[in-house]
Structures are given as structure tokens and as C-alpha cells.
């Protein structure tokens, strides 16, 4: 079971995305199942809007 930090969204930094991964959504077209936490999304995963890599999201406080 995942805790509150985990579940926390996470916004692409790339300046004209602004996507936000919310695990309460998780990523349809990604195939990310509702639930999945930011950290525990593949490598792989990318910005389903603008193909950045996780390293281009930052946490929302």
C-alpha cells in the first residue's frame, strides 16, 4: 500500500506541456492503471502529451 507521498501529482516541466500525472487517474493511454504512484511508474513512461522522461516532473506542493 502506497502512503500520501506517494500519491502526491507530479507536473512536466517542459514549457509548453504542463501535463499532470495524478495516480488517481494513472495513465490510460499510457496504460498505467488508477493508483499508481509517480515512483513507481516504469523508466520508460513518458509525458503522454509531450514525450518528456520522468526527469522532466517535479512534485506539486
Do not use: H, V
Not at 1 to 20: F, V
Not at 37 to 60: H, M, Q, R, V, Y
Amino acid at each position: 500500500m502506497s502512503n500520501e507521498k506517494d500519491m502526491r501529482i507530479y507536473q512536466c516541466q517542459m514549457a509548453t506541456c504542463g501535463y499532470m500525472y495524478i495516480p488517481a487517474k494513472g495513465d490510460k493511454k499510457g496504460g498505467i492503471p488508477k493508483g499508481t504512484s509517480f515512483e513507481d511508474l516504469p523508466d520508460t513512461w513518458k509525458c503522454p502529451l509531450c514525450g518528456a522522461n520522468k526527469k522532466a516532473f517535479k512534485p506539486i506542493d
